[in-house]
């Protein structure tokens, strides 16, 4: 009843922000947006009954809208100011690269803004001296190829040990392991060693930051209809959500705070942070964005590659048998990282899994840092923007059958992925100024993870004749809606 009482008024103020907001618009400052044309809204809720009425992800339903009304649209996610959508491949060019500067600025969740330092971390802060001061540092230190090599001895007993760990589960479970688990704990140890040094090993810190990550999606998932409904936040489950962050910021602080107490050592993040002199805020907030990002989107797609592999036998023995043939380390159970850069067909797999699963289908908002033009509409400051991965990676026009699993179109021999057309639709990590920052990690650290985990088990449904449920559940990172269960069987090397 409480909640029904607090819904009523929440819709009662965002009617008078409505209005307020109609009169603003009516009053512009400059030459205003030419908005291209929409699905038509209703008042308050915008477009939001067209997206969710089919119950699809978020990145499908607007690819859907998109096709009827064009690769270029306009879409009202509430009462607040509306969105264009960018669902072709030049179009999104344009944005991400030829237009980089123009659309460099972010447009954050405003639950976020301490968790980010008051949007001052690389992905929350808009192109600028101080952000390009934090890419980098990371990128020319703790993701600089000198750094990552430094880590593939490390890598590799991570690899062993989670080897052990599945193998372990699985003797008590009748052959049956979780491995989302044991793959977020290894890349956990890959990034805190990027962040704190190469010899850093803190087990508590590994559980803790695990937790943290788990909760910070969570609470971000809870209070996102702050963003859509800024009254919102006068409800009791917003309100939750919103006192569980700051409790949360405050724990992160603590934790990634008790690590900065000693001087890191040299070509680690934390390093180039203090270094700088940035503010205590903003070193600890940029060390955590890390862990967010790279911890669930290297875990999933990780997750997503297994999953499509048992879906997928003769692919997954296909690859298998590259792996043995080609991998020179793998009498000593672990292909190691320096050889799985060579071999093409699972390098082919790790992108077929990124274009059906691409880890953030939508990127992460851009919005105008000045007046620019969108294919030749004037777009005016402050105008968000949203990049539709996802419709780029099923583009039949681009990709045959998109909808199946084909590691072959990315084999040199194909002719599917070739040209200016193939590579502009495949954009995973993004593109331009704005791009991945740890792209690098990510190319690394996934064929590594994929390749071993394959050359150490034949993997299968857990269930037998019942395939493992593949639905998508996306709120930033695009997951598993149910975390994969699997059977695997030691390969007896």
């Given at each position: 009843?409480?909640?029904?009482?607090?819904?009523?008024?929440?819709?009662?103020?965002?009617?008078?922000?409505?209005?307020?907001?109609?009169?603003?618009?009516?009053?512009?400052?400059?030459?205003?947006?030419?908005?291209?044309?929409?699905?038509p809204?209703l008042?308050?809720?915008?477009?939001?009954?067209?997206?969710?009425?089919?119950?699809?992800?978020?990145?499908?339903?607007?690819?859907?809208?998109?096709?009827?009304?064009?690769?270029?649209?306009?879409?009202?996610?509430?009462?607040?100011?509306?969105?264009?959508?960018?669902?072709?491949?030049?179009?999104?060019?344009?944005?991400?690269?030829?237009?980089?500067?123009?659309y460099?600025?972010?447009?954050?969740?405003?639950?976020?803004?301490?968790?980010?330092?008051?949007?001052?971390?690389?992905?929350?802060?808009?192109?600028?001296?101080?952000?390009?001061?934090?890419?980098r540092?990371?990128?020319?230190?703790?993701?600089?190829?000198?750094?990552?090599?430094?880590?593939?001895?490390?890598?590799?007993?991570?690899?062993?040990?989670m080897?052990?760990?599945?193998?372990?589960?699985?003797?008590?479970?009748?052959?049956?392991?979780?491995?989302?688990?044991?793959?977020?704990?290894?890349?956990?140890?890959?990034?805190?060693?990027?962040?704190?040094?190469?010899?850093?090993?803190?087990?508590?810190f590994?559980?803790?930051?695990?937790?943290?990550?788990?909760?910070?999606?969570?609470?971000?998932?809870?209070?996102?209809?702050?963003?859509?409904?800024?009254?919102?936040?006068?409800?009791?489950?917003?309100?939750?959500?919103?006192?569980?962050?700051?409790?949360?910021?405050?724990?992160?602080?603590?934790?990634?705070?008790?690590?900065?107490?000693?001087?890191?050592?040299?070509?680690?993040y934390?390093?180039?942070?203090?270094?700088?002199?940035?503010?205590?805020?903003?070193?600890?907030?940029s060390?955590?964005?890390?862990?967010?990002?790279?911890?669930?989107?290297?875990?999933?797609?990780?997750?997503?590659?297994?999953?499509?592999?048992?879906?997928?036998?003769?692919?997954?023995?296909?690859?298998?048998?590259?792996?043995?043939d080609?991998?020179?380390g793998?009498?000593?159970?672990?292909?190691?990282?320096?050889?799985?850069?060579?071999?093409?067909?699972?390098?082919?797999?790790?992108?077929?899994?990124?274009?059906?699963?691409?880890?953030?289908?939508?990127?992460?908002?851009?919005?105008?840092?000045?007046?620019?033009?969108?294919?030749?509409?004037?777009?005016?400051?402050?105008?968000?923007?949203?990049?539709?991965?996802?419709?780029?990676?099923?583009?039949?026009?681009?990709?045959?059958?998109?909808?199946?699993?084909?590691?072959?179109?990315?084999?040199?021999?194909?002719?599917?992925?070739?040209?200016?057309?193939?590579?502009?639709?495949?954009?995973?990590?993004?593109?331009?100024?704005?791009?991945?920052?740890?792209?690098?990690?990510?190319?690394?650290?996934?064929?590594?993870?994929?390749?071993?985990?394959?050359?150490?088990?034949?993997?299968?449904?857990?269930?037998?004749?019942?395939?493992?449920?593949?639905?998508?559940?996306?709120?930033?990172?695009?997951?598993?809606?149910?975390?994969?269960?699997?059977?695997?069987?030691?390969?007896?090397?």
């Amino acid at each position: 009843m409480e909640e029904a009482i607090w819904t009523a008024v929440a819709i009662s103020i965002a009617a008078a922000v409505l209005i307020m907001a109609f009169w603003r618009r009516q009053r512009p400052s400059g030459k205003p947006t030419q908005w291209p044309p929409g699905p038509p809204r209703l008042p308050l809720i915008g477009n939001m009954h067209q997206i969710l009425k089919e119950g699809d992800p978020f990145h499908v339903a607007l690819n859907k809208l998109a096709q009827v009304h064009g690769p270029l649209m306009t879409v009202w996610l509430g009462p607040k100011q509306p969105t264009i959508i960018v669902s072709d491949h030049d179009l999104v060019w344009e944005v991400l690269v030829s237009k980089s500067s123009d659309y460099a600025a972010r447009e954050i969740a405003s639950i976020l803004k301490s968790g980010t330092a008051d949007y001052r971390t690389i992905v929350s802060s808009d192109a600028g001296p101080h952000w390009h001061s934090l890419r980098r540092g990371l990128q020319n230190g703790a993701t600089s190829p000198l750094s990552l090599s430094v880590q593939s001895p490390l890598q590799e007993s991570d690899m062993a040990q989670m080897i052990n760990n599945m193998i372990k589960e699985a003797n008590l479970n009748g052959g049956i392991v979780k491995p989302f688990h044991h793959i977020r704990r290894t890349t956990i140890k890959l990034l805190a060693r990027l962040c704190f040094g190469s010899d850093f090993n803190d087990e508590d810190f590994d559980a803790t930051m695990d937790v943290m990550v788990e909760e910070a999606f969570k609470c971000g998932d809870d209070a996102r209809i702050l963003d859509t409904f800024p009254p919102a936040r006068f409800l009791p489950s917003v309100k939750r959500a919103i006192m569980q962050m700051e409790k949360l910021n405050l724990r992160v602080e603590e934790c990634i705070g008790h690590h900065l107490a000693s001087s890191p050592p040299p070509n680690c993040y934390a390093h180039f942070l203090l270094s700088q002199s940035f503010p205590r805020e903003v070193t600890i907030f940029s060390i955590f964005e890390v862990f967010v990002l790279g911890l669930d989107s290297i875990g999933s797609t990780t997750m997503w590659a297994l999953g499509l592999l048992v879906h997928n036998q003769e692919a997954q023995q296909k690859l298998y048998q590259e792996i043995r043939d080609h991998a020179t380390g793998t009498e000593k159970g672990i292909v190691k990282v320096e050889e799985v850069g060579k071999l093409e067909y699972l390098q082919a797999v790790v992108k077929e899994t990124m274009r059906m699963k691409p880890i953030a289908p939508l990127a992460v908002p851009h919005k105008a840092a000045r007046d620019t033009t969108l294919d030749g509409l004037h777009v005016a400051e402050g105008t968000t923007v949203l990049v539709n991965l996802y419709a780029l990676h099923y583009d039949p026009k681009v990709w045959d059958e998109p909808d199946r699993f084909k590691p072959e179109r990315f084999m040199e021999s194909s002719k599917e992925f070739l040209g200016k057309r193939g590579q502009y639709s495949f954009l995973p990590f993004g593109a331009g100024m704005k791009a991945c920052a740890g792209m690098e990690v990510g190319k690394l650290q996934l064929p590594f993870a994929v390749s071993n985990l394959v050359n150490a088990f034949h993997w299968s449904n857990a269930v037998e004749g019942e395939e493992p449920n593949l639905s998508e559940d996306f709120s930033f990172i695009l997951a598993m809606k149910t975390p994969l269960e699997a059977r695997i069987v030691p390969r007896g090397i």
